[in-house]
């Protein structure tokens, strides 16, 4: 499983050119993610990645809490058996985002519809 340090994300994310993923419960991803993030819990990626991630070979970045949160790595898994071809995880997440004084959104557009 690839991983993505801290800096190589935030380069990415300035670039534009990733799909950054929450894989935490909705109710976590609302009280605060990183910026860009879509909520994606491990529950529901099946159902709904094909609508959120249509295209299968985009960079996408998967993260949760942090290092020992497995979240991130049961959703890069579902990820991979679904077909797509370039899934990373930013395994230290969130914890480690904002250690680094970096802002979480708090609230956004790109959740799963109920």
Known sequence: MT???????KERLAVGDIALVDALPLNYYMAGHLPGAISLPPGRV?????????????????????SICQNSA????????????????YVEGKEDWRS???????????TPTD
């Open 74 to 89: 049961i959703t890069s898994e579902v990820l991979r058996d679904l077909g797509y071809t370039d899934v990373r995880r």
């Open 3 to 9: 991983s993505i340090t801290r800096n190589e994300l």
């Open 46 to 66: 099946a159902e709904l990645a094909p609508q959120l991630l249509p295209d299968l070979s985009k960079t996408i970045v998967v993260y949760c809490s942090s």
């Open 100 to 110: 680094a004084g970096l802002a979480l959104e708090m609230t956004g557009d790109k």
